[in-house]
Every structure is written in structure tokens, then in C-alpha cells.
């Protein structure tokens, strides 16, 4: 029986064996990446049932991802396969410090025709949560349609619904449009969960405390703002601004998929009744752990290795 249920584009990731320029690059490693898939691999660690939603291509690449999810135990009855697009895919940087240079193969894939049609195909009965980001609405209109209906029928499922900006503006034709879409999203989840910078750009506010009360004005009932190492604040409806502290990691290896570690954290803690704060801080803990390896989720901490980790750092 799944618990949460999220939708988006997986895509392949090909890391680059050794630092330098992409276009130097000659061996790369494959990965599996997306910020809603790296949320599904890090709940379905921490034991939950999670279903992921999208369109793959009737290629090697859309059958590798099958089987990933399999091995993961996350749920594919949302899978739907497209007989004409292909799977996305992407190539990576490998780098010794800073962020990586990223370069998309994704225009047209299979996961940007995903439609509201795809979403009523899927049964919502039984689920508790349904998590979205700001990725999907970007790709097309029949993906921003989709995230939409998937809102709806949450709704009518008595779903809580998260929402992450995950800013990606190359892929939005205009500022405007992205932070309307954006906000339009946000007001109807329940908690939506920026970074300090996505807040200020939606917003154009400039503190946390506004960015949270432009948020809770609008509807939803929680507002958690990651501010990366210094950890994370959060607002509840009716209550005042917490700030929870980070974690210190020694050695930074890469920052990608550190803000979907931080959503897999809040999303289980909520799922798992704890105090927002426990469940904030949670995200920091995996947030943390995600920055320590090369890829967007390897290590994606299993239930034993979080205990030990946030044991180990005293918190």
C-alpha cells in the first residue's frame, strides 16, 4: 500500500570519472537522478511506500530506470511508457569543490508529455502524501497540466501535499511566468519548502520571516526555508519563526540532490507524526549525508545508517 506519492522526470546521469570540462571528459559513470526520484530512493530507504509517477521511453534507458525502482522497492504502477519519446538523460562534472557543470539531454523526452490523462490512469485511493517540485511544471504545458490535476486528485484523496520550488530557470521562458506558476502551486499545498535564494526570487521579499508569511498568507500551513549549511527555519500557521541548526560536514564532494535529501527528511518525520523540528532537523541530517558522495543519491542514508549519523553529531 503506497504512502506518498510524487511525479516528475527521472533522468540517467553520467558522471565524469575525472575532474575537468565535459567536453574533456572520457569515461563517465551511470547513475540514476531527479529531484522527485532522489525524494522516492531516500523515503523508500527510510521504509516508506512511495509510487512515482511519469512517462519513460520504450528504450534501454526507461528499462534501467524500471529496474532501479524495482531494486529500490519503489512502486511502478504510475509508470506509464511512451512508444515515440525517448528517456532524458544528463552529463555531470566531476569536481573537487564548488557545484558541478550540468548539461541536459531532455528536450522532448518521454517524461515532458506526461498529461492529466497519465495522472487519472493512477489509483490516489490509500495514499497519504503527494510531493511536487517546481521541475515538472517547467517542462511543458501538458507537465504543468499534470501537476496540477495531481494536486486535485490529492485533494480529493485528503492528501497532504509538499511542494518544492527546485528553481530551474533555463527551463522557464520568463521570470514572471516561473514565479506565477510557482506561487499558483504554492497556494494550494500544504507546506512548501524553498531555499533562502528560491524564497527571495518568488517573492521578492527579503527575510525568511516575510518569505514565510507571504507563504501562510496564501494558504499553506507550514513554510520551511533551507539556508544551507547554517540548516534550516520553519513557520507554522498561527505560530512564530523556528530556526534549526545545520550540520558540519568536513568535506563537501557534491551539492546536488542535498535539497531533495532535505525534503525526504521533513516528508518522513511528518509521515512518522515527529515535532516539526525533529522532522527539520531530520532534513538537515540528510541533507548533510547527501553532500559527502558523488552522486545525486547513493547514499541516501537507510533507516539504521540516520540514526547512527544524527546520533554520532549529537543532535
Known amino acids: 500500500m503506497k ?6 522526470e527521472p533522468m540517467v546521469v553520467f558522471m565524469a570519472d575525472a575532474p575537468g570540462s565535459l567536453e574533456d571528459a572520457e569515461h563517465f559513470s551511470k547513475g540514476m537522478a531527479g529531484a522527485e526520484m532522489n525524494v522516492a530512493i531516500g523515503l523508500s530507504r527510510l521504509e516508506h511506500d512511495v509510487m512515482y509517477l511519469t512517462k519513460l521511453g520504450n528504450d534501454p534507458f526507461g528499462k534501467y530506470m524500471q529496474k532501479f525502482m524495482a531494486n529500490e522497492k519503489i512502486l511502478t504502477d504510475g509508470i506509464h511508457i511512451d512508444p515515440v519519446y525517448q528517456t532524458g538523460f544528463y552529463l555531470k562534472t566531476k569536481v573537487l569543490e564548488g557545484d558541478p557543470e550540468i548539461f541536459y539531454y531532455r528536450k522532448n523526452s518521454a517524461a515532458s508529455h506526461l498529461c492529466p490523462e497519465d495522472v487519472d490512469k493512477v489509483d ?46 533555463s527551463l522557464w521562458e520568463t521570470t514572471e511566468e516561473m514565479q506565477e506558476c510557482m506561487n499558483k502551486i504554492a497556494s494550494l499545498s500544504d507546506y512548501i519548502l524553498p531555499g533562502i535564494k528560491e524564497g527571495k526570487i518568488l517573492t521578492g521579499l527579503d527575510t525568511v520571516d516575510e518569505i514565510a508569511d507571504f507563504y501562510l498568507n496564501m494558504g499553506c500551513k507550514g513554510v520551511i526555508i533551507k539556508n544551507g549549511e547554517k540548516g534550516a527555519c520553519y513557520k507554522l500557521k498561527g505560530e512564530s519563526l523556528k530556526e534549526v541548526a545545520g550540520y558540519h560536514v568536513e568535506h563537501i564532494v557534491d551539492t546536488v540532490g ?6 525526504t527528511g521533513v516528508i518522513s518525520g511528518c509521515l512518522e507524526k515527529l515535532p516539526m523540528a525533529e522532522a527539520v532537523r531530520r532534513g538537515n541530517a540528510i541533507g548533510s549525508i547527501v553532500i559527502t558522495s558523488k552522486g545525486d543519491n547513493e547514499n541516501l542514508p537507510t533507516r539504521d545508517e540516520l540514526i547512527k549519523f544524527m546520533g554520532n553529531n549529537g543532535r
Open 3 to 8: 504512502e506518498v506519492i510524487t511525479l516528475g
Open 258 to 263: 542535498a535539497g531533495d535529501g532535505f525534503a
Open 124 to 169: 490516489f485511493a490509500g495514499a497519504k502524501w503527494l510531493h511536487v517540485t517546481g521541475i515538472s511544471p517547467a517542462l511543458s504545458e501538458s507537465c504543468r497540466a499534470a501537476v496540477f490535476r495531481s494536486i486535485e486528485r490529492a485533494r480529493e484523496y485528503g492528501m497532504t501535499v509538499s511542494f518544492d520550488p527546485n528553481i530551474r530557470v
